[in-house]
C-alpha cells in the first residue's frame, strides 16, 4: 500500500470537520511509510472529476463525509454513481483500489452512521474493492467549537487508524471501536440530554445560527406537511 487519495466528500470543503478528521488519518499514513496523499474536495467542480479520474489511479481511495440525514451529501452520492464505470472494469478482471471510510456525524451516538457503514460496506464490494473498514464517529460539529488542542487523544486515534491502513491495507478493530466512542446512550443519558438540549444556553447557539442564515422567521416552516395531508 503506498499511494492514497483522500477525498472530502463535506460540501463545506476545507474548513469542515470530515476534513479535520482526514488530515490526522493522512498524518498516520504517512507515519506508517505511505506517500503523501492527494487531497481532493469533492464539492470543487474540476477536483471532483480528477476524484473520478484518481480512482482507478490509487493504491488505495479513503473517502470521508459527514452524515446527512441519516445518509450521505449529494455530492457523494454523485460521486459513488459517478463510478458505476468501474463496476464493469473489476468484472473484467482488472483491480479496483482499496476503499476505506470516514463518517462523522452531528448527533454523539455513533448508532446513527451504522446504516450508511452498511452501505459503503457493501458498495466496495460491489466494487471489487478490498474493503479498509469505516472510521465511525458522533459528535463530529463539535470539532468547529473546540479548540484542536482539546481533542489530542481523537487526534492520535486517527493516525494510529492511519498507520495501519498503510501498513495492514485496512483499520483495526479495536481502534475503530474505541474511535466510535458512544454507540448509544442508556436511557438515563439520553433523558438527561434531551432537558439539557432546552437549556437557554444550547438554544442560543441554534438560534443565533437560524440568524445568521436569515432563517429565523421560517424556522417552524413545513414545507412538506400539505401535500402529505393530500396524499393521505
Ligand atoms: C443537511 C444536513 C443534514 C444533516 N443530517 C444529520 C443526521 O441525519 N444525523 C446527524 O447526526 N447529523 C446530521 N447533520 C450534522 C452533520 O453531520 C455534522 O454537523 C457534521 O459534523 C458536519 O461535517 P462537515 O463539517 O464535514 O460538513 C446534518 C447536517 C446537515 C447540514
Redesign the pocket.
Known sequence: MNSLVLL?????GE???????LARVAEGWERGGGRTPEVLHLAQRSEFDRAVQAFGESDVVLL????????M?GIVKLYIEALAPRVEVAAAGERNPTLGFLV??????AL??RLLERYLEKLARRLGSPYAGTIVR???????MMPDEANKKLWARLRTLGEQLARDGRFGEEELDAVAGTERFSALAAALLSVALRLPAVQFMWNRRLKKNGVWERRFAAPYRPALRTGR
Open positions: 472530502n466528500g463535506s460540501p463545506r474548513r469542515s470537520n470530515s476534513m479535520k478528521m470521508g463525509m459527514p452524515l446527512y440525514t441519516d445518509a451529501p462523522q456525524s452531528g448527533f454523539p451516538e446513527h452512521s458522533g459528535w463530529g460539529e463539535a470539532l468547529q
